[in-house]
């Protein structure tokens, strides 16, 4: 599956796999423990460590939530005179009830929907690629197996899961389907309906992290590249100490990038993060893992514990608590400065060596888009594709009719009567229902331990790393 190749004092390693499929024989393992895959990173459940969640007072979440509906509701407007304003807000933390609209908005999902009305359907009307389908659907149980969305086999969530993976198959034959997609596309399913968690997912895929879940994963690999040459003037320490190891990036940071942290972080610090990452761009991807690398290993007293490959592997297999908790995590992020300039110059640097160590890429990923300001601009909206449809309908009593609706009413009933029923319309930020909770580990608790852990059995193993 891997040639290596030696260079500048570091072993190179360029996967021919595709990194697709399940492929039992990967590893091997004991029945009801985590699966580990060939880099040897544990695989199948998200964490959820029991930190301390930081709690917003009601009425300071009231206020936020009425200024995301005003930004939401004049969204074009704020993108193209208040846009660091938006950043900052999304910085503080999306209300729970707006941030799956959000999330929509801020991806360019609701214009990449608008302007393709059907297309969803009609794809998911589609019976699919058969190879695809199997596979996709023996990773279902694996997702966030603790949430109630996706406890039940062949539940709701399941099937709009399975629903989401595979319409995407059919939106990009040539890419298919990639392990790591399915968390993603987990999460986004928490917050939002299938058509709009997908629009997300090809957003995502498309113009956040292109070329992520193509065949061979090279844009993984550069990414990689990126990632280890920015660590060597964040913390030389840590660059020093993976530079003796030869310790490669890909194998640490694989599971982190791919599945946009998603299944390492806490969810509280997931969601977070995720705000950010969809408002700014991958760069928020790579300032997380400079934060976990420079916390884990970016003092001499720190690499006490790890004086070989192996103990360095292990500390970030098991990152300390402390490290990934929202509230530290969210302020490193936003206090280093690591910008969309820094990683596109750096990206040049290590395409011109991997095309002299390699060759060209094989797979040709359209140019990456750093946040939603890049992707407005790149695709601009509608005057109608940023307009909020009413989704739901109240029958109230106590309305009043129009002389008209009475007049009706009497031709048929023979009678005008004081008081009729009268439809009201609420928009669609009123309730959402698709609003999760703070943390989806602990919501099941007739689920014991033992069931979720065989859920996660050895004998399916995460093969996109």
């Given amino acids: 599956m891997e040639n290596t190749e030696q260079g500048n004092g570091r072993s190179k390693k360029k996967l021919t796999g595709d990194g697709k499929g399940s492929d039992p024989e990967m ?35 009231r206020q936020r939530e009425a200024k995301w509906l005003e930004m939401l509701n004049s969204w074009d407007k704020w993108m193209a005179k208040k846009h660091k304003k938006i950043k900052e807000r999304c ?59 996706f406890a039940a086999r062949g539940g709701h969530g399941q099937q709009d899961l399975l629903r989401v993976l595979k319409a995407y198959t059919l939106h990009r034959p040539e890419e298919g389907y990639c392990q790591a997609q399915a968390p993603i596309a987990a999460v986004l399913l928490m917050h939002m309906p299938a058509e709009d968690a997908f629009w997300v997912l090809v957003q995502i895929c498309e113009k956040y992290l292109p070329g992520y879940y193509s065949a061979g994963l ?20 840590a660059h020093r100490h993976l530079k003796k190891h030869k310790l490669e990036p890909i194998l640490y940071m694989t599971e982190w990038f791919m599945c946009a942290f998603s299944r390492t972080l806490p969810w509280a610090s997931v969601l977070r993060v995720w705000d950010m990452f969809l408002c700014e761009g991958v760069k928020i991807i790579f300032r997380v893992g400079l934060v976990l690398l420079k916390s884990v290993l970016g003092s001499q007293e720190k690499l006490k514990a790890s004086q070989g490959l192996y103990e360095t592997m292990e500390l970030l297999r098991a990152i300390q608590p402390q490290y990934m908790q929202e509230a530290f995590l969210v302020q490193e992020i936003i206090e280093l400065t690591v910008s969309e300039k820094d990683i596109e110059k ?109 859920s996660l059995s050895s004998a399916e193993h995460d093969t996109y790393l």
């Fill in 91 to 149: 910085q503080k933390g999306i209300p729970p009830s707006l941030r799956g609209r959000a999330w929509l908005y801020l991806t360019g999902g609701k214009v990449r929907k608008e302007q393709n009305q059907g297309k969803f359907q009609e794809l998911d009307n589609q019976p699919g690629d058969p190879k695809w389908v199997d596979i996709i659907e023996r990773d279902l149980h694996r997702q966030f197996p603790f949430h109630e969305m």
């Fill in 27 to 61: 590893n091997g393992g004991v029945p009801g423990e985590k699966p580990v895959d060939k880099y040897g990173f544990t695989g199948g459940a998200q964490q959820h460590c029991g930190q301390a969640v930081e709690e917003i007072p009601t009425e300071v979440l």
């Fill in 346 to 454: 750096e990206h040049h640097a290590q395409l011109r060596r991997w095309k002299e160590t390699h060759g060209d890429l094989h797979c040709k990923s359209p140019p990456r888009i750093h946040g939603a300001k890049a992707i407005m601009a790149v695709e601009p909206p509608g005057r109608q594709d940023l307009k909020q449809r009413p989704t739901i309908i109240v029958n109230s009593p106590v309305a009043p009719q129009t002389d008209g609706e009475r007049a009706e009413g009497a031709k048929k009933n023979g009678k005008v009567k004081e008081e009729q029923q009268k439809t009201i319309t609420l928009p669609e930020d009123i309730v959402n229902p698709y609003s999760p909770p703070s943390d989806p580990s602990p919501l099941l608790n007739h689920m014991t331990v033992k069931a979720s852990k065989e």
């Fill in 218 to 237: 090279e844009a993984i690999q550069l990414d990689g590249e990126i990632l280890y040459a920015l660590l060597r003037r964040v913390s030389p320490v």
